[in-house]
């Protein structure tokens, strides 16, 4: 990939003479002036290849095609191809064989001539590693709705799924809100199989090392596990006995899916907030013959194009929006900054009006009796409010004003109590969503079919407990701290589920036991403060690649970026380390690394949807962290405090 800031980096880096104070300054003012006249903050959230490839697809499967909007996606995809021929999850990432066979495909919807040399290279580099009938379940789905493969190269995947009842082994609220959210429509796509209009008749023959009608497209056992291999000759068995299903319940589920779809709709904000349930569910629409002036039609039609970012000569399409997240993450580096209380105000009263108090949603599946109090991660997503982003908001509130926000953040914390998981964690989305023999079904090859508890979600809990005054003896800290005792990795990180990685996620557990009164000189702290300080790069900073996810490249590191190098020193700064060594080498790293005001350069991903096959680059990531880190730093090196007081 390349480098893909509207702004250039400054060509000089900062002189280590440059002042804290100065910068603080000037990132804080920057942040000001890109904030909405109603308080919040948005910044593009980046996924890869993919989500761009998709948009174009559903253009061509609707046969509604945008010469102009695909031309600008199409110019992203020329940028983004790596120098294997292919496109990578992430930014300098290997080749990933469906993101590629997906960019290829809508590359060649575009017009694209495919004797162009960066046609002819990403065929080669795809053919070479044994052509698009490697690719994954969810592209093999896309390429028989092109009818560019047949039905049986996916696994058997019936709508009647919809019908079983809640004690069946799978169940809808048994999987997480994302699968639930994407399978819904898809299932609805899979019983009526529609073929797409691909008004310019393009396949991807050549992709496939024989014919793909000739190919046999065997099923990955996604787990290795031997109840894979019995599910996979299940699926063997349902192919032959798929004629025998009735229609009339066919008919049934299809209804039940559709009420799912329609009740959740989310208006222009579409399904789930997130692009693949939001493109599924226009799909289903047409193929069930919805005409393009429908009422729900027009509004998951406007919610996609929702997502999209244009850059002049090219853009690229979000996977979701990320305003509630950047509002609360920014307004905690504001207050740090010391930035004036309007500006915080204004924010903290924009989310007071997303706050969730009268939708019950999917979560209650698995807790009936508690009342809704969250937010959501987008700007409306009423039936999937965040665990995550709800700790952060509360946090941001009793700091600025814990009276004005009572209400809200007593519904709040009555929520995120009733969300605790029976082993003491926090999901992001759903309790005890840990169905893990679901995992082996072969339809999961994309490995995120559930929301467990992690240990970056819990902590954040732990904090905004901590901060409210919980103290470790109250029964639902004790148990969430324990939870976290025992997630600790062998070496003394905690693994990052949402962002990159064991640096994200040590960082959150640090923050919630210095907020929870932890002794900090323990031996499990400070080994966590040991691997911390070991893994410091020669220039100051920390940095992790997105290749972490996979345990025999943990330890891969690229380069050091802001982001992460600030959750580090966040960490350390937790643990009481404010004037250790480390701390003053990352201290120097953030204030000599180039930026344009405060906007630190960063090209690597930082974030992660799902490991190992969904990654993701939060924009504003490297503007609020680094002000965030240098606000704190320069407070402790002033104040009397040798930790932070508060829960982040």
């Not at 039940?256 to 329609?262: E, G, L, Q, S």
């Not at 979000?318 to 915080?344: F, N, Y």
């Not at 109590?417 to 989305?429: E, K, L, V, Y």
């Not at 405060?598 to 190992?612: H, K």
């Amino acid at each position: 990939m390349t480098y893909r800031h509207t702004k250039a980096a400054n060509d000089e880096a900062t002189s280590p003479e440059s002042s804290l104070d100065a910068i603080i300054a000037e990132a804080t003012g920057d942040l000001t002036s890109r904030q909405k006249e109603d308080g919040h903050w948005v910044f593009e959230l980046e996924a890869d290849a993919t989500i761009p490839s998709e948009y174009i697809l559903l253009n061509h499967f609707l046969g509604t095609i945008d010469d102009k909007i695909e031309g600008k996606l199409a110019e992203y995809l020329r940028r983004t191809q790596g120098g294997h021929g292919g496109w990578p999850l992430y930014h300098d990432g290997e080749l990933d064989m469906s993101a590629s066979v997906k960019a290829y495909l809508a590359l060649k919807l575009t017009g694209e001539d495919i004797e162009a040399p960066h046609m002819v290279h990403a065929r080669n580099a795809i053919v070479d590693r044994g052509g698009a009938a490697k690719s994954n379940v969810f592209t093999r789905i896309t390429m028989a709705l092109f009818g560019l493969v047949p039905w049986r190269a996916t696994p058997v995947i019936r709508v009647e799924a919809m019908l079983l009842p809640k004690f069946s082994p799978f169940h809808i609220d048994k999987i997480s809100y994302w699968s639930r959210t994407v399978m819904v429509p898809l299932l609805v796509l899979a019983a009526l199989k529609p073929v797409a209009r691909n008004p310019r008749g393009v396949d991807i023959r050549e992709l496939f090392l024989v014919p793909p009608e000739q190919e046999k497209f065997p099923l990955a056992n996604p787990t290795g596990h031997w109840m894979g291999s019995l599910l996979l000759g299940l699926n063997r068995v349902a192919r032959i006995i798929e004629p025998l299903f009735p229609n009339f319940l066919k008919r049934r589920a299809i209804n039940k899916a559709m009420t799912f779809v329609r009740e959740r709709l989310n208006g222009e904000d579409g399904l789930g907030g997130i692009f693949p349930a939001m493109a599924n569910s226009l799909m289903a629409f047409d193929a069930l013959g919805y005409s393009s002036d429908h009422p729900d039609y027009i509004a998951a039609r406007k919610a996609i194009d929702g997502l999209l970012v244009d850059n002049g000569d090219w853009g690229y399409c979000q996977p979701c929006l990320s305003p509630v997240w950047d509002t609360g993450l920014i307004a905690h580096a504001m207050m740090e900054a010391g930035a004036d209380k309007p500006i915080v105000d204004n924010a903290l009263d924009w989310l007071c009006g997303r706050q969730i108090l009268d939708v019950r949603g999917d979560w209650i599946a698995a807790r009936p009796n508690i009342r809704p109090g969250g937010w959501a991660f987008q700007y409306w997503n009423d039936y999937y409010p965040d665990v995550d982003d709800t700790a952060v908001v509360v946090m941001a509130m009793q700091r600025d004003d814990p009276d004005a926000y009572k209400e809200q953040i007593e519904r709040a914390v009555e929520w995120v109590i009733g969300m605790q998981s029976d082993n003491g964690g926090w999901g992001a989305f759903d309790a005890n969503n840990d169905y893990a023999f679901l995992q082996h079904i072969p339809f999961a090859d994309h490995g995120a079919l559930l929301d467990p508890p992690t240990a970056d979600v819990s902590a954040r809990c732990i904090s905004m407990l901590a901060q409210l005054g919980y103290d470790s003896g109250h029964k639902v800290m004790a148990h969430g701290l324990e939870y976290l005792r025992r997630e600790q990795e062998r070496d003394g990180s905690w693994f990052g589920r949402w962002g990159n990685n064991y640096v994200y996620g040590t960082w959150s557990v640090l923050c919630a036991l210095n907020a929870a009164g932890e002794d900090m000189s323990a031996d499990y702290v400070q080994r966590a403060v040991k691997w911390l300080k070991s893994r410091q790069r020669e220039d100051g900073g920390w940095g992790e690649d997105c290749a972490s996810y996979w345990q025999h490249r943990r330890d891969l590191v690229k380069e050091s970026t802001p982001s992460q190098t600030s959750w580090a020193l966040l960490g350390l700064m937790a643990a009481g380390e404010v004037d250790c060594e480390e701390v003053e080498k990352g201290i120097a790293y953030l204030l000599d690394a180039p930026r344009e005001g405060g906007d630190w350069f960063e090209e690597m991903f930082n974030a992660v949807g799902f490991p190992r096959i969904f990654y993701l680059r939060y924009h504003g990531y490297s503007w609020y962290f680094p002000l965030w880190t240098l606000a704190r730093y320069r407070n402790l090196k002033q104040g009397d405090e040798s930790r932070p007081k508060f829960g982040l």
